[in-house]
């Protein structure tokens, strides 16, 4: 009997004890396979949409290609199984483990993966969005150009994960841990990153143009050439970040931490640092235009060249800032502390 032929689990189940493993296209829809000990097998394009899979033991399974729609695999065992161009369409993975697993290609929209454990899987190209990875563990994981388009990442953890040009715009990644993450080109328009620690992240030419990054942790994080458009990072931390070449117009800044931050040629037009800190800052050409520096802390900052004009500075703090050539026309200075600072024409 041909393993395509299968409809009964009674009749895989018992093949598969006598050493059998080879069930690619099985016809398995609804069938009831919990607790099962299917270590190894194929099930490459098997038919499994409905299956019961809850704690079932899938240690490197060939599940290439299989369709698991609704499928409940809560609490399965799933390391180093392949699930490669698999369709797990709302699919149920909550403490799933897919360590190792290998996902590329794979279908994962609404599915639920809540608790899940991904460690150094492999999402590439995987179509993920409206799924629920909360508080997820991603560490080392894979997701160049994966789709998670309104994924709920919340409290996830995505420690070293590498998602070179994904697209996570309008995902949750509040409290979500992001340490080291390459997230070079990636589309974060949109995104909630309250609270997330993307400290030491490159997110260099990425897409975060109106995400909300209030009180996150972007400490030396590279976002050189960033687009941060309209993105509130209030209470940010981004001290010793590279913004330099950042689109920051209309950003909001409200006391965020810039303690020297490299924000040389950023475009700062309109944007709201009201008591920001940015003491020590590098802002070599930065135009800032029209932007808000009411009483912000700008000690030593560098403002060579910079453009400056009708910018509020009232309150500022910029003793021993350099401002060599930049341009002060119509900026508001009511206030401002002046000391030592170097003025635009020395």
Aim: a neutral charge; glycine letters at 8%.
């Amino acid at each position: 009997m041909k393993a395509s032929e299968f409809s009964s689990e009674v009749e895989l189940l018992s093949r598969n004890e006598t050493g059998k493993k080879n069930f690619s296209g099985a016809q398995l829809i609804g069938a009831n396979l919990s607790d099962s000990n299917l270590n190894r097998v194929n099930l490459s394009v098997a038919h499994l949409k409905g299956a019961n899979l809850t704690q079932a033991k899938l240690l490197r399974a060939n599940l290439t290609g299989a369709d698991l729609r609704v499928a409940n695999l809560m609490g399965a065992q799933l390391i180093e199984a392949t699930l490669s161009q698999g369709d797990l369409t709302g699919a149920i993975l909550t403490e799933a483990d897919l360590t190792g697993a290998i996902l590329s290609g794979a279908m994962l929209c609404e599915a639920d993966l809540r608790n899940a454990t991904l460690i150094s899987s492999s999402l590439i190209g995987a179509r993920v969005n409206r799924a629920n990875l909360s508080k997820a563990n991603l560490t080392g994981a894979t997701l160049t150009k994966a789709i998670l388009i309104e994924a709920n990442l919340k409290e996830a953890t995505l420690t070293r994960v590498i998602c070179t040009e994904a697209n996570l715009s309008l995902t949750n990644l509040k409290e979500a841990s992001l340490l080291g993450a390459y997230l070079f080109r990636v589309d974060l328009h949109g995104a909630n990153l309250a609270l997330a620690d993307l400290s030491e992240a490159n997110l260099k030419g990425a897409n975060l143009s109106k995400a909300n990054l209030c009180g996150a942790n972007l400490r030396g994080a590279d976002l050189s050439q960033a687009n941060l458009s309209g993105a509130d990072l209030s209470g940010a931390n981004l001290q010793e970040a590279n913004l330099n070449q950042a689109t920051l117009k209309g950003i909001i800044l409200k006391q965020a931490n810039l303690q020297g931050a490299q924000l040389s040629k950023t475009n700062l037009h309109c944007a709201n640092l009201y008591q920001a800190n940015l003491s020590g800052a590098n802002l070599l050409e930065a135009d800032l235009s029209d932007a808000n520096l009411s009483q912000a802390k700008l000690l030593g900052a560098g403002l060579l060249l910079s453009y400056l004009t009708k910018a509020n500075l009232s309150g500022a703090n910029l003793s021993r800032a350099n401002l060599i050539g930049a341009n002060l026309n119509e900026a508001n200075l009511i206030g401002a502390n002046l000391s030592e600072a170097i003025m635009p024409n020395g």
